[in-house]
């Protein structure tokens, strides 16, 4: 099965690198030889899924760099009407995904002087003396299966309450519940929409004996919890890419001895083969309103991008040059995209406008415009929320990594956020606040977080496997 893996994947990759143009310039030849690299590490990526260890698919959270400037915050531990445990430390959730957010510094539990869950048992002085900020207290109510949480938020500083709330939802949406309570504190406090209810989607490899293997592409909390499997395979899984509305999902599966990529119903399961051409069949990203789908073909040459219009069918093709045109991303708006090309000599990111016709059809408009200049290779942008900036893999000057970093469309500075070797598939929090990357160099594969302005960093390794290819979804509705 390695074997069929490893050919299915070289024949693309092979495919890739032998359209490429003949008559390449010496940068050419160094986009080309930066191309083959990938090739070989995606080879050897793949080569380490194969040789991993069964892994859970659930991730943990290891913070590797902190926030010295964090804001102190309690969260109390909510009290419960149950003649049972409550089934979920909702204040532990609460407290994780606030501290994993870098703004801000939860107490310990073992710290906190008192355990109040109304408001006549806090005492702002306790709080106080112990440096917090805000107080986060609770009351969880059971009846009939139905849970009930009633939530307060004080400004201890100011001795007010200054937030109330409540939510309800059965045991198994008790972890839910606590990622709304966090959105909202966050919110009151920053003013910043947050993105704790947000999912994210992964693969992992688990591997049975030499020739079996089983690709599993996840989906999880944002902070790497309550991991279920989308969909499994024999063969590689790659690309994946959430809807706007987070119900269907798209990737790319090896599963017909060639890369195909396909739709997912992610409640359902219910499945389409949305392109099956020869060669490369790469990196799907839904439209902003979900209507369409931009990928990547090389049916009939050299890799260009594509827009597949869901209802209709149409395939419209965007550009057409004898170069790698790849890894293409929607700007907010829909009229316009973002895609990595070795047009120039080098490995750079470009955008072209589009226009939308009303039969489903998209066509370009005018040339396409090189976004950046810094730096000998640039690749895999993911556009952020406001369209305002860029994600992307960076390769500086005489340097030996690949690493993550963020390009102002307006300043056209770029800001370098992780210094690890070999990072890659940047994508974007639906907030902008944080990013998702894949680690690669160790003994297994990792997620890394970072923020957005790259104080605080975490990992998220799978328990004892291979993990990569994230990306961010929307919020949980």
Not at 429 to 435: K, Q, T, V, W
Request: proline share 5%; hydrophobic share 35%; glycine share 8%.
């Amino acid at each position: 099965m390695t074997r069929l893996m490893t050919r299915s994947m070289t024949r693309s990759m092979m495919s890739t690198i032998n359209t490429a143009p003949n008559h390449f310039d010496s940068g050419g030849s160094r986009y080309l030889i930066m191309v083959r690299w990938f090739m070989a590490f995606a080879l050897l990526l793949l080569a380490q899924l194969a040789l991993v260890m069964p892994a859970r698919a659930e991730l943990t959270i290891e913070i590797t760099q902190g926030n010295d400037r964090a804001v102190r915050l309690a969260v109390a531990p909510f009290s419960f009407d149950g003649k049972t445990i409550l089934p979920e430390d909702m204040a532990g959730t609460i407290s994780d995904d606030l501290r994993l957010s870098g703004l801000f510094d939860p107490l310990k539990r073992d710290d906190m002087l008192s355990f109040p869950s109304k408001e006549s048992n806090v005492f702002y002085r306790d709080w106080k003396v112990l440096g917090a900020s805000y107080l986060v207290i609770g009351q969880v109510s059971q009846s009939s299966g139905q849970y009930t949480v009633n939530y307060q938020l004080f400004d201890v500083l100011r001795q007010r309450s200054v937030l109330k709330g409540q939510v309800r939802g059965v045991e198994s949406q008790l972890r839910t519940l606590a990622h709304k309570i966090s959105d909202a504190v966050y919110e009151k406090i920053t003013g910043i929409p947050a993105d704790f209810s947000t999912r994210l989607m992964y693969v992992t490899a688990q591997r049975h004996s030499v020739n079996n293997t089983d690709y599993q592409l996840n989906y999880a909390d944002a902070d790497g919890k309550r991991a279920r499997v989308i969909v499994r395979s024999k063969e590689p899984i790659l690309s994946p890419a959430w809807s706007p509305d987070g119900r269907r999902i798209a990737y790319v599966s090896f599963e017909t001895g060639k890369p195909a990529i396909f739709l997912q119903q992610l409640a359902t399961g219910k499945r389409q083969k949305l392109t099956d051409y020869k060669g490369l069949n790469s990196s799907p990203v839904f439209s902003p309103d979900g209507k369409q789908v931009a990928l990547v073909l090389s049916k009939d040459g050299n890799p260009n991008i594509y827009v597949k219009d869901l209802a209709s069918g149409k395939l419209s093709q965007l550009t057409r040059h004898f170069s790698i045109d790849t890894e293409p991303d929607w700007m907010p708006d829909g009229n316009s995209i973002v895609f990595t090309s070795n047009r120039g000599g080098s490995a750079q990111i470009y955008q072209l406008d589009v226009k939308h016709r009303s039969d489903g059809s998209v066509e370009p408009v005018g040339k396409p415009r090189r976004l950046t200049f810094k730096g000998r290779f640039n690749a895999r942008a993911k556009v952020f929320p406001d369209g305002k900036s860029l994600a992307l893999v960076h390769k500086g000057q005489g340097a030996a990594e690949f690493n993550i970093a963020i390009l102002d469309l307006d300043t056209n500075r770029l800001r370098l956020l992780t210094s690890a070797q070999l990072e890659d598939s940047p994508s974007v929090s639906p907030g902008g606040r944080r990013l998702i990357y894949s680690v690669q160099g160790g003994k297994h594969g990792e997620l890394g977080i970072v923020t957005a302005d790259g104080r605080v960093k975490y990992r998220l390794p799978s328990a004892t496997g291979d993990v990569r290819e994230p990306v961010w979804g929307p919020a949980v509705r």
